[in-house]
């Protein structure tokens, strides 16, 4: 990262209430490798230093918001893509036992790479659907924390995550505005999946000004043994 980069992540992490100059070495590791893995495969649309900085590292951050990342949790990073918010949150809590999990192979040999170059610990790297790992009792039900920013409807980001998730434990999905009425759409669909929504939280992203929201789900009750359903079927036909 330039010095104006630099300067940029530090002041938008402390909007966050974060500190992170002891992390800065490896956010400079992670945006260096992003850079030169993207020049060869497409990993992320995002390629412009001011870009990754806010719309990658700064906006995975916000996660914190939530207030459920604190301590030794297992954590479910359910579509990763090139490791965000996973990757970001894993370097400012290292505590926490964080699995990748993505459908795209070039993906998840790239979040593979960087971990073990910044040598973190208690990483877990899957190539894979959520579909099938939701009913694999090695994953099913044991998470504390799901968390997921991709861009399908929260109805089909629920049957993807809701299954992995212990009772008593939390999804945490990132969106933009206006998901009021995505929500109200969704709800029975989590209902039925085993959560409630516990709190929604929308507040501005630091150094963009855009509005983003974390959707926070408790799961209440065991997910019922049919869900999730096939491979494909939850973004083609979603729960209502």
Known sequence: MSSQGVSLFLDS???????????????????????????????TAIRDERGIILKHFVDSLSCLKSGKLEGSLRVVDVGTGA????????????????????????????????????????????????????????????????????????????????????????MIAQKSVGVEGELEQAQAAIQKLGGTVQEVITFQLPGLGELRTLIVIEKTRPTPPSYPRRTGVPAKNPLS
Not at 25 to 37: D, H, S
Not at 152 to 167: D, G, K
């Open 13 to 43: 992490a402390r909007e966050l209430g974060l500190e992170l100059e002891p992390t800065l070495p490896y956010f400079q590791l992670l945006y260096q490798n992003l850079i030169e893995a993207n020049a060869i495969t497409n990993l």
């Open 83 to 170: 490791g965000f918010p996973g990757l970001p949150l894993k370097i400012v809590r290292p505590e926490l036992e964080m699995t990748f999990l993505d459908a795209t192979q070039k993906k998840i040999a790239f979040i593979e790479g960087v971990c073990r170059k910044m040598k973190l610990a208690q990483t877990h790297c899957i190539w894979g659907r959520a579909e099938e790992l939701g009913h694999d009792p090695a994953h099913r039900e044991t998470y504390d924390r799901a968390l997921s920013r991709a861009v399908s409807a929260l109805n089909t980001l629920s049957e993807l995550c809701l299954p992995l998730v212990r009772v008593g434990g939390f």
